[in-house]
């Protein structure tokens, strides 16, 4: 029995299902969740000491790399001086402002204000009521496959690890919350021009993943979130562009800078980031336009509040990451993923397994299907069976990938050419292990 296992076991007797987030419980791969117990740059070592390359990235956080000197060093000096206040700091200014510097492009600045939460899941459950309080309405039109974490009135036909398990929903969620969300198909104006029509006047915003990355990745058809966000106002209602995953990750300024440097310009109405915006501690956030976020209190009606939330150490690792985030280091991730996508293709293609890697900036994705998958319908069409044998060869040769076919690659600035290469190395016999 490895310590895995051992611990595993143990796990299981007094923590529901051995794991404190399903995804990590190895469901839709079978086998032992490896228990980590470190990582630096890219490489994560299990509790039986072994190392593997990792393409998870703690699900995004570590786009520098996994425990960053400077990022751990920033911690630590913030833990000498206070582990949590419960008041305003300087550096909870800093980040706020560095955040609005960040998001910008093509002489738009979205983001003026920004309040600092401490998961995604808050951040997107308090734009929505801060969507609800702006607009005096209840609706939200959200999109089937888009995962915005797991508050009651997201949890309508959700992906990630509600895709994984397969559950049509989940139980706990009171029918009258759910009925307060519209699910339409992902990409499909026609459908959100027709939930418009039938309810424009009581929805208060449509929320959409800046590039979905829930359901596999999903590259937006051309201007999307451009005609989202013009259909939305049309509507008198706001546009939330959930940026959790890819805000700092896909470009420096999010999917959104990404889109409107390479297509039409748009402005969200509120975004969200979480991830890479803590560094790999717990801080998320949302940001818009002065004149909607004043709606929060203090200055305004909605209420919001978190006792951690701006935490100082969360805050410190975030600058820190944030700093460190370069232009640079994202042409060296895009490379990297140029790198990992290409030897992938070639050994599935070698194998002759039918697949597709859908891809936005350095976030790509592996489908089992003849062609990247536009929606969440779709996405489970994919011969979804071909990915446990892959993901355990892949596991057995030392690289650590996402424990479901739903999730997208993560790489890092500290994947260099000999992670690459080990990389590169192993995706053969996966390729193999997935034709059988
Ligand atoms: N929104 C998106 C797009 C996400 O990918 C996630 C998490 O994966 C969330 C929201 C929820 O964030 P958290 O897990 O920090 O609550």
Redesign the pocket.
């Given at each position: 029995m490895t310590r895995n296992d051992e611990l595993f076991d143990r796990a299981r007797n007094v923590i529901p299902g051995g794991v404190n987030?399903p995804v990590r419980a190895f469901g839709s791969v079978g086998g032992t969740p490896l228990f980590l117990q470190s990582a630096r740059g890219a490489y994560v070592t299990d509790a039986d000491g072994r190392e593997y390359v990792d393409l998870v990235a703690s699900?995004?956080p570590a786009l520098i790399g996994h425990t960053h000197p400077q990022v751990v060093d920033a911690v630590k000096a913030a833990a000498e001086k206070g582990l949590s206040f419960g008041a305003p700091t300087e550096g909870e200014v800093q980040l706020a402002g560095v955040i609005a510097d960040r998001v910008q492009a093509a002489g738009l600045s979205p983001v003026e204000e920004v309040r600092l939460v401490s998961?995604?899941?808050?951040?997107?459950m308090t734009a929505i009521r801060l969507a609800r309080g702006v607009t005096g309405r209840d609706l939200l039109v959200k999109f089937d496959g888009?995962?915005?974490?797991?508050s009651d009135g997201l949890l309508a036909a959700a992906g990630?690890g509600v895709a994984t398990l397969a559950l049509p929903g989940t139980a706990g969620v009171p029918a009258g919350v759910a009925a307060e969300t519209l699910v339409v198909p992902y990409g499909d104006l026609e459908a959100v021009r027709e939930v418009i029509a039938a309810y424009g006047d009581r929805i208060a915003a449509i929320i959409v993943?800046?590039a979905p990355?829930?359901m596999g990745v999903v590259e937006p058809p051309y201007g999307f979130n451009a005609d989202l966000a013009e259909m939305a106002h049309g509507a008198g209602a706001l546009l939330i562009l959930?940026?959790?995953?890819?805000g700092f990750r896909v470009h420096r300024a999010g999917a959104w800078g990404l889109q409107v440097e390479n297509g039409p310009a748009y402005e969200p109405d509120i975004i969200?980031f979480?991830?890479v915006v803590g560094g790999g501690m717990p801080l998320?956030a949302l940001g818009g336009k002065r004149a909607i976020m004043e709606h929060l209190a203090p200055t305004g009606p909605v209420y919001q509040a978190g006792t951690l939330s701006g935490n100082p150490l969360s805050v410190a690792a975030g600058l820190a990451t944030l700093e460190l985030a370069t232009d640079e280091v994202y042409a060296h991730i895009n490379a990297a993923a140029d790198t990992v996508t290409s030897a992938l293709t070639s050994a599935l293609a070698a194998e002759g397994v039918v697949h597709a890697i859908p891809r936005v900036g350095s976030l790509f994705g592996l489908a089992f299907f003849d062609r990247a998958p536009a929606n969440y319908e779709i996405a489970k069409m994919q011969e979804a069976h071909r990915y446990p044998p892959f993901f355990h060869a892949m596991l057995a040769g030392g690289v650590n990938l996402p424990p479901s076919v739903y999730e997208a690659w993560f790489l890092t600035a500290a994947h260099d050419d000999e992670a690459l290469g080990r990389i590169v190395d192993v995706l053969p016999a996966a390729a193999k292990a997935a034709a059988s």
């Open positions: 987030s699900w995004g998961t995604g899941t808050e951040a997107t888009n995962y915005h974490g797991h990630s993943e800046g990355a829930n959930d940026e959790v995953l890819t969200t979480g991830k998320a």
